[in-house]
């Protein structure tokens, strides 16, 4: 299984502000995916960030809201732009293995306050 | 479209006793089954997953899932529950699409557990 860090954990930020969340892996993944869970929900996902290219967006979520980069198999960032309270959740990195892999592997998850 | 339902927001059990979450999914072929359980302040961790084979799969902490096709279902189970076993239990389906691999997330079922 692969061991996945998050950085900040947590932050609280002001509103009109942009937040960079870093997502690091122990290994080379093929995929890796950021979530979005806000207080007492599930997991939506928000974007599948390929490597070297765009990342691809679920429906609701654009690319100028939350740009997300992917430099190699072990890294990618997440930022959350023009923050307003409404961007207040949990923000989990994920990642699967191998090609043949199935299960996804999380993060701890950054918890993003914006007041 | 793939989907999974959780019809328990909540349940109640008593340590010691028996325990069996729900969970029901739609997806058009074999799907890939996931059972995730979240920590207060955690990431999420796997409990077990279900492709193929033997529909009752064993996963970790003593908990089990069995694969029944014709009520599209995919229980979770304990037959004795330690107070540790309070937390957010996630059912998730996995599937491929165009897009690649995605793990889509139920609701969620909240255990407490009660002295």
């Known amino acids: 299984s692969a061991v996945i860090s998050q950085k900040p954990s947590r932050d609280i930020c002001q509103r009109g502000t942009s937040l960079t969340i870093q997502c690091q892996v122990d290994s080379q993944v093929t995929m890796m995916f950021w979530y979005r869970q806000q207080p007492g929900q599930s997991l939506t996902l928000i974007a599948t960030?390929?490597?070297?290219?765009?990342?691809?967006?679920e429906s609701g979520f654009v690319i100028d809201k939350f740009p997300i980069s992917r430099p190699n198999l072990t890294f990618s960032t997440l930022t959350v732009s023009n923050m307003s309270p409404e961007d207040s959740s949990i923000y989990l990195c994920?990642?699967?293995?191998?090609?043949?892999?199935?299960?996804?592997?999380f993060g701890q998850g950054t918890r993003l306050t914006v007041v | 479209a793939q989907s999974v339902t959780q019809p328990d927001i909540h349940i109640t059990v008593s340590e010691g006793a028996s325990l069996e979450l729900r969970c029901n999914y739609s997806y058009g072929a074999t799907p890939y089954l996931f059972w995730y359980v979240q920590s207060p302040g955690q990431g999420l961790q796997l409990l077990l997953k279900?492709?193929?084979?033997?529909?009752l799969v064993q996963g970790i902490k003593g908990f089990e899932a069995e694969f029944k096709r014709s009520q599209s279902s995919f229980n979770l189970r304990k037959p004795s529950v330690h107070w540790s076993d309070a937390a957010e239990y996630f059912c998730a389906v996995g599937a491929r699409n165009t897009g690649g691999f995605k793990t889509i997330f139920g609701a969620g079922t909240r255990l407490f557990v009660k002295a």
């Open positions: 994920s990642a699967k293995g191998g090609t043949g892999d199935t299960e996804a592997f």
């Open positions: 279900y492709f193929s084979g033997d529909t």
């Open positions: 960030a390929n490597q070297g290219s765009e990342a691809t967006y």
